[in-house]
């Protein structure tokens, strides 16, 4: 039998990937990457520059360890519809597996291609740890809580051990590895690589799990909300592009475990991330529109100036500008800083929620269109088990007490780094002395806030509870 495995960008590894393992147990594997044009275009590349890095490293590292077991990882370029049917043919392959796609496009392609190819096109699960509509209630509806859908998770998932990384892999016929064009560099998409990007690739990610299986794991109940320290296990990237799979964090985790009931929070997380997932397969339309009817129509503003005021990080809350900033810098913004950010651009500025998470997908490492848009439904409060709507995270205290020295602020903001600790979340607070002192022009080298914290609160609410009454 001869398969071809193909690598769609999010199981960018070699050690459990059931699709692989499959094929390895039955024949001759012909490892393969599709590069659609679409997604290389420079339009498209100038708007996901931080992924493109990640997965330019991902699959360079990935084609490395092909060759070393002997195999080679084969480039095409097309249009998948198009081009898996003409391989099975040109490749004289007996069939094509691959992991299964949850967001409503890669949907629509395996439809597609299972309605030409029937079973010769097989599809695995992976991506998550329990396959996407599998947990349901037991009147057979959707979980739309996260708390049953966790406990029912919990009470009804075993999982199992990850599979091993295959030692040796059958070559490739040379026709065939003739047949095949380079993985393009960051230069050839007319990318200039950004060092502050985690670097892609199974070992890293394999390094960052175990460094934080080590170290923050055993505080990740104390630390995870802290902006201002490495709390948390920056793994985000590795299980959006799958250079390390979810079940073997899990199963890291579970066995660190033993040790530590301060990982619960961790598992926790994970949980939110198969809930997300779960809610786009469930709810493919949650990628167009809220989750819950009421908001539809939502008087949610378009202002372009105080959007890329936003964007810039020139809101005048140090917090909200730190975490912005942040996010362009470094291709990731923490947890608690996504809540503030959304929070802010959402309720303090009533800007529609679509805007700021087209905003996030364009910059982060990580961005996913379930996590993301589930991040931004529940922090505007339209999503499925959101925050409530009245909930109206106040930047100046979120900042005091998750960046309690404002170390945070000042990484990011270096005009702010000589305020005094009890003015760094609210400068225009500080008597002009203080901030002569530490340099500071408000008005010129930092901006006064856009809106009063107050002000603005009372305004969301008002809008809201008018509009979500009628
Ligand atoms: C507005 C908003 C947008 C977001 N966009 C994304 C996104 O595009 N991609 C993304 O991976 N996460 C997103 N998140 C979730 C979360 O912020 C990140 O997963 C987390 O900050 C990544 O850092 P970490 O790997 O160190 O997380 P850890 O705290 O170490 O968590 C471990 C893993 O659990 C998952 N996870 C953690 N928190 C959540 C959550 N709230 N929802 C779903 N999964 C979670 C992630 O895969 C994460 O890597 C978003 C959250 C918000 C509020």
Redesign the pocket.
């Known amino acids: 039998m001869r398969t071809i495995v193909w690598y769609r960008g999010k199981d960018l590894r070699l050690s459990d990937h059931p699709p692989l393992r499959r094929a390895l147990l039955e024949g001759e594997v012909l490892p393969l990457f599709i590069l659609d044009p679409r997604f290389v275009a420079r339009d498209r590349v100038e708007h996901h520059t931080h992924r493109i890095q990640f997965l330019l490293d991902s699959l360079g590292e990935l084609a490395d360890g092909l060759a070393k077991r002997g195999s080679k990882l084969l480039v095409q370029r097309g249009d998948p519809l198009e081009l898996v049917p003409e391989l099975l043919e040109r490749w004289s392959a007996d069939r094509i597996v691959a992991h299964r796609r949850v967001e409503p496009g890669g949907r629509k392609v395996d439809r597609s291609l299972r309605a030409r190819l029937g079973e010769r096109f097989e599809l695995f699960e992976g991506e998550t740890l329990l396959a996407p509509g599998q947990l349901r209630t037991s009147q057979g509806d959707p979980y739309r809580v996260f708390t049953p859908f966790s406990r029912a998770f919990m009470e009804r998932c075993e999982i199992g051990l990850p599979l091993p990384t295959p030692q040796r892999l059958p070559a490739i016929p040379a026709a065939i590895s003739r047949d095949s064009l380079g993985l393009p560099s960051c230069a050839q998409l007319g990318l200039d690589p950004n060092p502050a990007i985690l670097s892609g690739g199974e070992r890293a990610g394999r390094e960052r799990l175990r460094r934080f299986t080590r170290g923050p794991a055993m505080r990740y109940a104390r630390d995870?909300d802290r902006m201002d320290k490495l709390g948390?296990?920056?793994?985000?990237a590795d299980?959006?592009f799958g250079t390390v799979s979810v079940r073997q964090v899990w199963t890291s985790i579970q066995a660190a475990q033993a040790e530590a009931t301060a990982l619960d929070p961790?598992c926790r997380?994970?949980l939110?991330?198969e809930f997300?997932h779960n809610l786009l397969w469930e709810f493919p339309r949650l990628l167009a529109e809220p989750f819950r009817p009421q908001f539809r129509g939502f008087p949610w503003s378009a202002d372009s100036e105080l959007l890329s005021t936003w964007q810039e990080g020139r809101t005048g809350y140090p917090i909200v500008d730190a975490a912005m900033r942040q996010l362009r810098v470094e291709g990731f913004m923490?947890?608690r800083a996504?809540?503030i950010t959304?929070s802010f651009l959402t309720k303090h500025l009533l800007i529609d929620y679509r805007l700021g998470e087209a905003h996030?997908m364009r910059y982060?490492t990580?961005?996913?269109p379930a996590?993301?848009n589930?991040?931004?439904q529940?922090?505007a409060g339209c999503g499925c088990d959101a925050q409530p709507y009245f909930r109206v995270f106040n930047p100046i205290t979120q900042g005091r007490k998750f960046d309690p020295d404002g170390a945070y602020v000042r990484r990011y903001l270096p005009e702010l780094a000589r305020v005094p600790t009890r003015y760094i979340h609210a400068p225009w607070t500080a008597d002009p002395g203080a901030l002569a002192t530490a340099g500071l022009q408000l008005g010129r080298s930092f901006p006064y806030p856009i809106v009063e914290h107050r002000t603005a609160r009372e305004r969301f609410l008002a809008v809201a509870s008018q509009y979500l009454r009628a």
């Open positions: 995870r948390t296990s920056r793994l985000s299980l959006k961790f997380q994970l939110w991330r997300t923490h947890n996504r809540m959304a996030f982060l990580d961005g996913d996590q993301n589930a991040g931004w529940w922090s």
